[in-house]
């Protein structure tokens, strides 16, 4: 194997011009401080590890999608722009894109930075920096102030948005004007520019930082030779591809759904299918009213679930017959998943509350099998079975069922639909949950779990999901509701229950008692906003008589007041427990609220 060197400079100028990337790459990901450490490792001499290209022969240019490196970053960004590189000679760059990258945008380009809290689409909440390189700074003297002491950054390197003002002690250089240096004579001119810039105070020995700086950035470019690669000329995909994996092996592994997507790119006929899944994760984000937080990893997972093809990511599953049966899928399964979403976000499950990604498969599967939409209609069969996805759902996500590695359950899950389905068209939610159990992966509420539940507090992730469970009523993502403290916090204050010259082992329970799941319930936002921090007493009597029971509130008024929390939340935990063990027994999926206790602090008046 034989390795070539190079110079910055002269790899650079080819760059977009004879220099690209295959689909198989990875977005780039690296931080401006990255940036800045391959810069200060390079002004010190350090090697940074050899590239690895192939060259595509030009009748095999129109088999592969080339993209573009990126020269101007936006942080967050995750495309790249198509290349269309008719006429040149390609090599695509199978190890290395980081790195190169990171040297076109710190000699050649910018890296914009969003404000904290600005938003994404304004464009003033966004600063496009250029790497600068402080002359004056002497590498060989520690700097105890340096931010950057921990990452051994010794060169005066920084991004800024302007120019940065030189004074005594700083003299900022744009890093990307040594490029204009493409001989020796240049770089005097423009040495001594810089030199002659320098302030009439400075001394003799600044000035020779100055030029030791500038000269050791002049060789870094344009003279040693820091670019090693090697050049993969055989032309099989196969080939090529398994390099890749064992060269990319000790860094940021990649994903499997990025093998699936190369491949799906390289055999997709009249359509890119890179920006064709890109912009269909896009669309599944923030297209459909909800925000939600997919990734490319679950929509090519889903491919493979969806088209009966083994769920795990393993290369000797994309094979030319499986990937052709993906895209003659593609358009059902687009719509399989848009149903999907669509439907769990009327749930009004999103990316705050959906714990799980992988949850999604098994109704997507369904839907894809029986061509359902979402669900939304009044048909007994869609409002049956919605409700029967929406309990399965939420058992699933608040047991953890499909945590960790999940594969084995999604190909169980899966095998219980397929036989489902033979015979039936409603969703096998009892089955699902019978064989699921029986592998260890229990998604009904039993006496092992329900305790599980209702350590669900305010402000938890599975907040809501387990709020909902309370509740018949599915359509949360279209009503606008709050996560509501029956007994308000206000009212449970420390200095408040301190003024009522409570107890202190009674404030405190009445503090551990404020958040727990049994003084949470789900409130419109009108109402949440009328209640505001009314004593519950107060506010009640302007709801109607079945209040109490739609939210499984003890009847007993003595527990309505703050003194009483503790016994409040202990009464209507046992009223939660009483509705979770009902919810898998009802035939038709709807358990009536359980009955009111009539002794003990849950008496009826």
């Known amino acids: 194997m034989s390795y070539v060197s190079s110079t910055i400079g002269r790899v650079l100028d080819d760059i977009n011009r004879s220099y690209f990337l295959p689909a198989i790459q990875r977005p780039y990901v690296w931080q401006p401080e990255q940036i800045v450490a391959l810069f200060d490792s390079l002004l010190k001499g350090y090697p940074i590890s050899s590239f690895l290209f192939w060259e595509i022969r030009p009748e095999r240019r129109a088999d592969w999608e080339i993209y573009k490196f990126i020269e101007n970053f936006r942080h967050g960004d995750t495309h790249n722009e198509m290349a269309e590189p008719d006429g040149r000679d390609v090599k695509l760059v199978l190890d290395g894109q980081q790195r190169l990258t990171s040297l076109l945008i710190g000699l050649r380009g910018t890296y914009s930075v969003r404000a904290r809290y600005g938003r994404r689409h304004n464009p003033d909440a966004w600063s496009r920096q250029r790497l600068y390189l402080d002359l004056l700074k002497d590498p060989a003297v520690d700097d105890a102030v340096s931010d950057d002491e921990d990452l051994g950054i010794t060169y005066g390197l920084r991004f800024f948005e302007t120019e940065p003002k030189s004074d005594a002690r700083h003299h900022w250089f744009k890093v990307g004007r040594i490029l204009d240096c493409i001989g020796d004579d240049a770089f005097d001119r423009l040495r001594d520019e810089v030199v002659d810039a320098l302030p009439d105070a400075s001394t003799k020995a600044q000035g020779r930082i100055v030029e030791k700086t500038l000269d050791r950035l002049y060789r870094m470019v344009w003279k040693d030779e820091v670019i090693a690669y090697y050049t993969e000329k055989d032309q099989s995909y196969d080939r090529v591809l398994d390099i890749f994996i064992r060269a990319n092996d000790g860094g940021t592994k990649l994903s499997k759904s990025d093998l699936l997507l190369s491949m799906i ?341």
């Not at 094979?319 to 358009?331: F, G």
């Not at 305790?451 to 305010?458: C, I, P």
């Not at 387990?466 to 009503?479: F, H, M, P, V």
Request: net charge neutral.
């Open 265 to 605: 790119t390289a055999q997709w006929q009249g359509v890119s299918a890179r920006q064709e899944i890109y912009g269909f994760v896009d669309h599944l984000n923030e297209g459909l009213g909800a925000k939600n937080r997919l990734d490319k990893d679950f929509v090519m997972k889903s491919c493979l679930v969806l088209c009966d093809l083994d769920q795990r990511y393993k290369v000797a599953n994309f094979t030319t017959s499986n990937l052709a049966r993906i895209e003659a899928s593609w358009t059902r399964i687009k719509a399989s998943l848009v149903a999907t979403l669509r439907l769990v976000n009327r749930f009004g499950i999103d990316g705050e509350t959906l714990t799980s990604l992988n949850a999604l498969l098994p109704i997507a599967y369904y839907l894809h099998g029986v061509g359902g939409g979402s669900l939304d209609g009044t048909t007994p069969f869609e409002a049956a079975n919605a409700r029967h996805i929406h309990r399965w759902l939420l058992g699933s996500l608040l047991n953890g069922v499909f945590g960790g590695s999940s594969d084995r359950t999604i190909g169980a899950a899966r095998a219980i639909l397929q036989e489902a389905l033979k015979d039936g068209r409603d969703f096998p939610h009892r089955a699902l949950v019978q064989g699921l159990a029986s592998r260890g992966r229990a998604i009904a509420f039993d006496d092992n779990n329900i305790e599980g539940v209702l350590d669900v507090g305010y402000g938890k992730r599975t907040c809501f999901l387990a709020l909902s469970l309370l509740y018949d009523t599915q359509a949360w993502g279209s009503t606008p509701h709050h996560v509501d403290h029956i007994i308000p916090r206000s009212l449970a204050d420390r200095k408040a229950l301190m003024a009522q010259n409570l107890s202190e082992p009674l404030i405190q329970r009445i503090l551990d008692s404020v958040n727990r799941l049994g003084n949470l319930e789900l409130l419109l936002v009108r109402e949440n906003l009328e209640k505001s921090n009314l004593p519950f007493e107060q506010w009640l009597r302007t709801r109607d008589g079945t209040f109490l029971d739609r939210h499984l509130i003890p009847r007993d008024p003595a527990l309505w007041q703050v003194g009483a929390l503790p016994e409040f939340v202990a009464a209507r935990e046992e009223l939660i427990r009483q509705r979770l063990r009902g919810l898998d027994l009802d035939p038709a999926g709807i358990v009536p609220p359980a009955p009111f206790a009539t002794t003990g602090s849950a008496a009826g008046n």
